[in-house]
């Protein structure tokens, strides 16, 4: 079992341990003004990971997504369930949200920031903004799939509406819902570099924009090496709640295929 | 019935308009901020006309387009390649999860600096961050195939290149088809990101200048023409995709 497990382990890790090795031994002492070495980047995220201020400014980043994403999937789930149970509901609001959710949310930054200032507020707002479309699509979607079977015994149990959505539509959908989050991870992290970029001072997205500016490469790969591992960590701890909130969904429909992307 | 629900998604249209509305006349909206619906609709109808307007729309346009094409180029054929070899899926899914995670706009600053500000280094971003879904979806395509299609062709001992054309190939065009849709809509909203950023031509400079000069409505209505480009895309591709897969709609529905 233990043999299994480690040589799954190295199937997994040996090509990204190759690259980043390759990276690293390629790049030593070949230090080009564009491409500094691996040493001199990691080298750069420490110290300033350690004496500067990117650590504190990570988090600053990371609160600012974490309410973002907060309020998208306190907002989107709730107006979903409803939109989903109400089947003409949802066929009335199909082009407007249609229309809505193709406002591309980079290009609102500007006007945001102009209009709520350079704080940590219209940040969070873009990214709960822009969170909240796969959010609500995804669980409009959840409450549609609720198997006709779950309706009829609902029904005819007589379960009232309360107990219903909190107890069978949420359940039911549950598994889209976290399909829907999982998306709108990736969205917030596109939006908090994004809203970074424009009016701030502080910030993981200001740290890799500020570097740039002065031309220091070393720092704007730091950076973009940072947010590469937070994004990459993120999806990977999602993951893992996801399994294990899940753990009921997966046993049970082993048997019909797993659920694509 | 029809009539019906063209009225009531009207209605929900109109409530929509009507709340924006209310936020105006009460003066619950700052103009300045999000100005009267009026104002909007008729920048909406003169931006058309100026001249900045068809270089913008060809700018975010071709280059968004340009960006899936490459993506497809590249994440296609290797999408196969992983799919089709359990030991390549494995040794890669580290690296695959990581370039899916990855927020591409994150790079734009490095490629600014090595590439520069063109339209060359647009089309790299947008290429990069359409590169994953198609790849996902090839890899989910190429690796689903039914176990007894699998066995007939083990059976009749299909030569290779065959197998691969017109077995494999055809059986993960649906999904290739859904990850080419997701791409494109992607494509739009990535070039006007970036274009927000850094000016290179597209609907993303003009918001910024209108917005920069104070005509906010305009800036909101170039928005909405990045929305509605998006939007005749995807509807594009859908047509596109519906000719491609005829065979197969008809297949699934018999």
Redesign the interface.
């Known amino acids: 079992m233990n043999a299994r497990r480690l040589k799954?382990f190295v199937?997994?890790?040996?090509?990204?341990v190759a690259?980043v090795a390759g990276w690293w031994f390629l790049s030593l002492g070949r230090d080009s003004f564009?491409f500094p070495s691996l040493q001199k980047i990691l080298a750069v995220l420490w110290r300033d990971l350690t004496t500067g201020n990117l650590l504190a400014w990570h988090g600053i980043s990371l609160g600012n997504m974490a309410a973002g994403l907060a309020i998208a999937i306190v907002a989107g789930t709730l107006i979903g369930l409803l939109i989903g149970e109400f089947e003409?509901l949802r066929?009335?609001?199909?082009?407007?949200l249609?229309?809505?959710r193709?406002?591309?949310?980079?290009?609102?930054?500007?006007?945001v920031i102009?209009?709520m200032g350079i704080g940590s507020a219209p940040k969070i707002f873009i990214i709960a903004l822009a969170c909240f479309w796969p959010v609500l699509l995804n669980t409009i979607d959840g409450v549609r799939g609720i198997p006709p079977q779950l309706r009829d015994t609902v029904k005819a149990f007589r379960i009232p509406l309360a107990l219903r959505f909190r107890r069978v539509l949420v359940m039911a959908a549950l598994p889209q819902i976290m399909a829907g989050i999982r998306i709108a991870i990736?969205v917030a992290?596109?939006l908090?570099?994004?809203s970074e970029?424009?009016g701030a001072s502080v910030g993981v997205?200001f740290y890799?924009?500020e570097?740039?500016q002065r031309?220091a490469?070393p720092e704007?790969?730091a950076?973009?090496v940072l947010?590469?591992i937070l994004?990459?960590v993120?999806?990977?701890l999602f993951l893992r709640l996801e399994r294990w909130l899940l753990a009921w969904y997966f046993q049970d429909s082993r048997t019909q295929g797993d659920e694509?992307? | 019935m029809n009539a019906k629900?063209l009225l009531?998604?009207g209605?929900?249209?109109a409530a929509?308009v009507a709340a924006w509305v209310l936020g105006d006349v009460t003066h619950w909206f700052?103009p300045?901020?999000?100005p009267p619906i009026g104002d909007v609709v008729s920048a909406f109808a003169t931006i058309w006309a100026r001249p900045e307007f068809l270089p913008a729309l060809l700018g975010t346009l071709g280059d968004a387009l340009a960006g899936v094409a490459i993506a497809a180029l590249c994440g296609i054929p290797l999408g196969m390649l992983i799919g089709m070899f359990p030991?390549v899926e494995?040794?890669?899914?580290?690296?695959v999860?990581?370039g899916?995670?990855?927020?591409?706009?994150?790079?734009m600053?490095?490629l600014?600096?090595?590439i520069g500000s063109t339209h060359a280094m647009k089309i790299t971003i947008v290429a990069i961050a359409c590169f994953f879904p198609i790849l996902?979806?090839t890899i989910?395509g190429a690796r689903r195939l039914e176990p007894t299609i699998v066995d007939t062709v083990r059976a009749y001992r299909i030569p290779f290149m065959l197998k691969f054309f017109r077995v494999i190939l055809p059986a993960a065009l649906p999904?290739i088809a859904t990850g080419i849709r997701i791409a494109v809509s992607v494509s739009?909203?990535?070039a006007?990101?970036v274009e927000?950023?850094i000016n290179i031509t597209g609907?993303?400079v003009e918001?910024?200048l209108a917005?920069i000069n104070n005509q906010?409505a305009a800036?909101?209505a170039?928005?909405?023409c990045?929305?509605?480009l998006?939007?005749a895309m995807t509807g594009a591709w859908e047509l596109v995709e519906a000719r491609l897969l005829r065979w197969h709609r008809r297949a699934a529905a018999a």
């Open positions: 799954r199937a997994l890790w040996w090509l990204p690259l564009y003409g066929r009335a609001a199909t082009p407007t249609n229309f809505l193709s406002i591309p949310p980079a290009a609102i930054v500007p006007l102009v209009a990736a992290l596109v908090m570099v994004i970029f424009f997205g890799i924009n570097a740039k031309f490469m704007t790969w950076g973009t947010i590469g994004g990459y993120l999806s990977a694509g992307a | 629900l009531q998604q209605a929900i249209a929509f700052n300045d901020v999000i030991a494995i040794s890669t899914r580290t690296l999860d990581f899916r995670s990855f927020p591409v706009i994150a790079l600053p490095i600014v600096l090595i996902l979806q989910y999904f739009v909203l990535v006007v990101g927000v950023v609907f993303g918001t910024n917005r906010v800036a909101f170039y928005v909405t990045a929305g509605i998006g939007l």
